[in-house]
């Protein structure tokens, strides 16, 4: 059992439990809570505490997964922020050890975050780290989580690349290595993500979103690598298979000093597209589910071209929307992609639509 709180407020804790390498999720948890409420319990002999410190351990790990493709060709210039979460000190101790310019901010623990709240998906807790890829003339600036295993980035010209972006920049990495192999996508992503893995040589896999899921997802078809919208980024390629925000910054920044280009440069390769952020808006336990249940129904009757692999994911001629129910909160979370904004703005009316008709108050996209 890891204790957590990531992206949650200061006050909240959460579990992350494993059995062996298998993540515990959805009903499982919920059997779980039966059988703390019943004391239910197996019987069996006395257990043992093991205090076993594994910091030195995990930072050099992760220096050797910084393996730069053919000679280094230039030096980097890199700013972090660990936003004053659990990474903090591992990301002090790896940044000493990995070559180039390393400027830190934010490094210290401390969980009333006192500088912004350590949540990479929200552009205001990365304005810190923008200004200080600015001041320090950085080639790109990383940011993680409250528990490190979520990463932001944003480039040598303070744009943010959001986790999709990121993802299919790895990507190519990975497939120069294994052609072929499966690269996962939450049901989030863009579609420019699965059209440059395809064009990279792989195949692409849209999956649900969450990090158990992907996980083990990961190891029924064993994929080398994925990632969610979040920021999560799992490597099994040269890794165990799981969501290590640090590695994943590791792993970037090998393909930069190997490569020579700069983290703009390949940004500016990706096709652009228009979007809504993710939204989230309220929606009892007890209705988002139901909701997402009643849409998905009314467009399969019209016929439409859709995914239900995780909430409902329509595809037109114009771009795609989404609607999904949060797994934590009571929350809708929805999203639209176009290639222009009149397209955009037809996709958010579509939605909005759907929404109306199943009684939810439509949200400002």
Same mark, same amino acid.
């Given at each position: 059992v890891m204790v957590t709180g990531s992206h949650n407020p200061p006050d909240h804790n959460g579990f992350k439990m494993m059995v062996g390498r298998t993540g515990i999720y959805g009903p499982a948890i919920r059997k779980l809570?039966?059988?703390?409420?019943?004391?239910?319990?197996?019987?069996?002999?006395?257990?043992?505490?093991?205090?076993?410190?594994?910091?030195?351990?995990?930072?050099?790990?992760l220096v050797a997964g910084f393996r730069p493709t053919g000679t280094p060709q230039r030096e980097i210039s890199v700013a972090w922020d660990a936003g004053n979460g659990a990474a903090g000190e591992a990301m002090a101790l790896l940044a000493k050890r990995l070559p180039g310019r390393h400027v830190l901010i934010n490094e210290r623990i401390d969980g009333t975050f006192p500088a912004h709240h350590p949540d990479p998906t929200v552009p205001e807790n990365l304005v810190q780290l923008q200004q200080t890829v600015a001041r320090e003339h950085c080639d790109l600036g990383i940011a993680f989580d409250g528990d490190g295993d979520r990463i932001g980035v944003v480039d040598g010209k303070c744009r943010i690349l959001w986790g999709d972006q990121l993802l299919a920049i790895l990507a190519r990495e990975v497939l120069s290595k294994r052609p072929g192999a499966t690269i996962i996508g939450d049901v989030k992503s863009s579609q420019v993500l699965f059209d440059e893995i395809a064009r *990279?040589?792989?195949?692409?896999? #849209?999956?649900?979103?969450?990090?158990?899921?992907?996980?083990?997802?990961?190891?029924?078809?064993? *994929?080398?690598?994925?990632?969610? #919208?979040?920021?999560?980024?799992?490597y099994s390629d040269d890794y165990y298979g799981f969501d290590d925000a640090l590695y994943a910054a590791v792993r970037l920044l090998g393909i930069l000093v190997g490569s020579g280009r700069t983290l703009a440069e390949l940004r500016d390769e990706l096709p652009t597209m228009v979007n809504t952020p993710e939204t989230r808006f309220p929606c009892s336990e007890e209705r988002k589910f139901a909701v997402v249940e009643e849409i998905r129904d009314r467009l399969r009757k019209e016929g439409a071209t859709l995914s239900d692999i995780d909430g409902v994911r329509v595809s037109t001629a114009d771009g795609w929307w989404l609607l999904r129910a949060s797994n934590t909160q009571d929350v809708l979370v929805a999203r639209c992609e176009a290639k222009d904004e009149q397209a955009l703005e037809r996709l958010k009316a579509a939605l909005g639509r759907q929404l109306e008709m199943s009684g939810v108050p439509v949200p400002a996209f």
């Open positions: 809570g039966e059988i703390a409420a019943a004391g239910s319990f197996a019987g069996g002999p006395r257990g043992k505490v093991e205090d076993r410190p594994v910091l030195d351990r995990y930072v050099d790990r *990279a040589g792989g195949t692409p896999l #849209m999956w649900k979103t969450g990090h158990s899921v992907i996980k083990s997802k990961m190891a029924e078809i064993g *994929a080398p690598l994925a990632g969610e #919208m979040s920021g999560h980024i799992f």
